[in-house]
């Protein structure tokens, strides 16, 4: 009996597969993504883009963390789902700056703070803001209307597949 139960054991392991999932198995690319170039705060590119859209941007309480050998940085994020869903809004910071002081070992120093800077997508360094949409049809007419907003220099499409660093826009 115990022969027959270790052989079963044995066997079902034997057959057993192992299976490795990568994270680009969790990108999904059925989104667009709008790179913005603004000098407005985050606050008011959500408040320009709710007035001129259907949508309802709000800022999440958790902001986006990422850390790296600079610090820990945080990138304003704010959120919009509509009831049924089927769509998604996300704008967020593409820039974030970490004031720290300089440890100086007990040596007076006039600058004591360093100011450090982190992309959320360090590809596009120069972009402002990210807006990642799902399921919108109409991404041009979209993208046209965020570039008629006030105080926007320019908007447009950035390839989701072209992106190094995808796995900082998993929100």
């Given at each position: 009996?115990?022969?027959?139960?270790?052989?079963?054991?044995?066997?079902?392991?034997?057959?057993?597969?192992?299976?490795?999932?990568?994270?680009?198995?969790?990108?999904?690319?059925?989104?667009?993504?709008v790179?913005?170039?603004?000098?407005?705060?985050?606050?008011?590119?959500?408040?320009?883009?709710?007035?001129?859209?259907?949508?309802?941007?709000?800022?999440k309480?958790?902001?986006?963390?990422?850390?790296?050998?600079?610090?820990?940085?945080?990138?304003d994020?704010y959120?919009?789902?509509?009831?049924?869903?089927?769509?998604?809004?996300?704008?967020?910071?593409?820039?974030?700056?970490?004031?720290?002081p300089?440890?100086?070992?007990?040596?007076?120093?006039?600058?004591?703070?360093?100011?450090?800077?982190?992309?959320?997508?360090?590809?596009?360094?120069?972009?402002?803001?990210?807006?990642?949409?799902?399921?919108?049809?109409?991404?041009?007419?979209?993208?046209?209307?965020?570039s008629?907003?006030?105080?926007?220099?320019?908007?447009?499409?950035?390839?989701?597949?072209?992106?190094k660093?995808?796995s900082?826009?998993?929100?």
């Open positions: 009996m115990y022969f027959a139960i270790c052989s079963i054991f044995t066997a079902v392991f034997t057959y057993m597969a192992i299976y490795k999932l990568s994270i680009d198995e969790f990108c999904d690319d059925d989104y667009a993504l790179a913005i170039h603004t000098s407005l705060e985050p606050y008011r590119l959500a408040y320009q883009i709710n007035k001129n859209f259907p949508v309802f941007l709000q800022l309480s958790k902001p986006i963390t990422i850390k790296n050998e600079n610090g820990t940085f945080f990138f994020h959120f919009w789902e509509d009831e049924s869903q089927t769509e998604r809004w996300d704008l967020v910071s593409n820039y974030s700056e970490l004031d720290q300089i440890s100086d070992n007990g040596n007076s120093m006039i600058f004591s703070n360093v100011a450090r800077a982190a992309y959320l997508l360090p590809e596009t360094k120069k972009v402002d803001y990210l807006l990642k949409i799902f399921e919108n049809e109409n991404i041009d007419r979209v993208l046209s209307g965020i008629a907003l006030d105080r926007i220099t320019t908007s447009y499409i950035i390839e989701p597949g072209k992106i660093s995808k900082n826009l998993i929100f």
